[in-house]
Every structure is written in structure tokens, then in C-alpha cells.
């Protein structure tokens, strides 16, 4: 098992991203994470694109888990992006609905 260590104090998302890439020769990562992890990297400037599957189901529960979720009261403010650009979609079985987003970030 291998393990990436990146920043002092608290983790540095761009720096593993880096060293990832680098070290381990990964030209795309997926990250799947739930709300708090996916929140993590968008606010780092470190999601080019955002597939999403709508299902037909209802939850209603109070709290239910977000898909961006800040995980902290004090998180780094909001994400650097500017836009979003629909780039594809496709109805599936089962009436589900699959979109792609193209991620536009501030800072790139």
C-alpha cells in the first residue's frame, strides 16, 4: 500500500493532486467522494468537470447529504469557479438523467 503525504498541518489538496500526477504518472482522477470531500476539491480550484446523475427518488430527510458541502463553518469561502458550461446529457433507464459540466475556475 502506498501513501501520499501532503502539508504540515492540514492536508493540501493541490499539493497531492501534484504529486499524484507526477509520481504515479495519473493523467485523470476521479474523486467520488461525498459532499465534504467533493466541497474540498471544488473550493481548491481542483474539479474541471461534474458528472451528475439525477435519480427518480425522494428522500425528504432533514439534512440529507449535499453534493458540495463546505464540512465547516469557518471553510474557505466559496468555490474560485466563474461558470459551469453544459457539455453533455443523456436520458438513461429507468428515467435517470446523467449531465456533464464543464467547470470554469477563477483562477486557471
Not at 465534504?36 to 439525477?54: H, K, P
Not at 453544459?86 to 438513461?92: A, V
Amino acid at each position: 500500500m502506498s501513501y501520499i503525504f501532503a502539508g504540515n498541518e492540514t492536508i493540501d489538496l493541490a499539493s497531492a493532486v501534484d504529486r499524484i500526477a507526477r509520481e504515479l504518472d495519473v493523467k485523470t482522477l476521479l474523486v467520488e467522494g461525498g459532499g465534504t470531500a467533493n466541497g474540498a476539491f471544488l473550493r481548491a480550484g481542483l474539479i474541471d468537470e461534474i458528472s451528475v446523475a439525477i435519480c427518480p427518488a425522494i428522500d425528504g430527510a432533514a439534512g440529507a447529504p449535499s453534493l458540495f458541502h463546505s464540512g465547516e463553518a469557518d471553510a474557505d469561502g466559496p468555490a474560485p469557479l466563474t461558470g459551469l458550461t453544459l457539455t453533455r446529457h443523456d436520458i438513461l433507464p429507468g428515467g435517470e438523467i446523467w449531465l456533464c459540466y464543464r467547470v470554469e475556475n477563477a483562477d486557471k
